[in-house]
């Protein structure tokens, strides 16, 4: 079976500092794709990156970073100096092969930035 | 430069009568999904369908029907909302090919549905 963990309910900071989104991943493939998706207040789903489980090079994309560690099964998200547009709830998401498509959710993570 | 378009943004409905919602997209991509995501919680795939071939998930209800008469559009029947069907409805569409399908998901701004 497929689960994807995020523990952290909500997450409250200060602008400008750094926060990192916690994801843990379980499934039974070896080939499989994460994802990460943004979903401000306005409801859509933005889609931020997306990781093959062949590839655990750690990328950054601005103020975004992104740390996959198949040793542990997790794939955190860092954004540093954090702004308020920055506050959404995050998905971290999990795709498996065969000819399901289908993308298995984490609950979210609630991000608030305060200025 | 809108990819995915939901139409309505909101929508308002009477317990037990019929409602459609609607999506089309302009990235000609061959799968289209719709999801049901509810307050707090994570989005919920009902459906999807591969070019044609329509996909249901074992546990959507017989009260969800999907229509897809072209590339473009696909429609979210609700054939007798009930209260718990108050939701946000979510079309996402990607573009698979046989033996590759972990390509990214791109959402619609999603559909929210009031039931009265």
């Known amino acids: 079976a497929q689960k994807v963990t995020q523990a952290q309910t909500e997450i409250s900071v200060v602008e400008k500092e750094d926060v990192t989104l916690d994801c843990v991943y379980e499934t039974r493939d070896t080939t499989y794709y994460l994802f990460w998706y943004k979903q401000p207040p306005s409801g859509e789903l933005v889609f931020l990156i997306r990781?093959?489980?062949?590839?655990?090079q750690n990328e950054i994309s601005g103020r975004y970073s992104w740390n996959f560690q198949k040793s542990t099964s997790s794939f955190n998200f860092t954004i540093t100096a954090s702004q308020v547009v920055d506050s959404a709830v995050y998905f971290c998401a999990l795709s498996f092969g065969g000819s399901n498509y289908k993308l298995t959710f984490g609950k979210g993570t609630l991000l608030t930035v305060n200025p | 430069d809108a990819m995915v378009i939901q139409n309505p943004r909101y929508q308002v409905t009477q317990f037990g009568k019929p409602v459609t919602l609607s999506c089309s997209q302009t990235?000609?991509?061959?799968?289209m999904y719709w999801y049901q995501q509810k307050s707090s919680q994570a989005p919920k795939l009902l459906f999807h369908?591969?070019?044609?071939?329509?996909?249901n998930e074992a546990d959507t209800p017989d009260n969800f029907q999907s229509r897809r008469p072209n590339t473009s559009f696909c429609f979210l029947d609700i054939r007798s909302p009930g209260l718990g069907d108050a939701a946000m409805y979510l079309c996402?569409?990607?573009?698979?090919?046989?033996?590759?399908?972990?390509?990214?998901?791109?959402f619609g701004p999603g559909t929210r549905l009031t039931v009265l």
């Open positions: 996402a569409t990607s573009r698979e090919s046989a033996g590759n399908s972990y390509n990214e998901q791109f």
């Open positions: 990235l000609n991509h061959n799968v």
């Open positions: 369908y591969y070019d044609k071939d329509f996909n």
């Open positions: 990781r093959n489980s062949f590839d655990e």
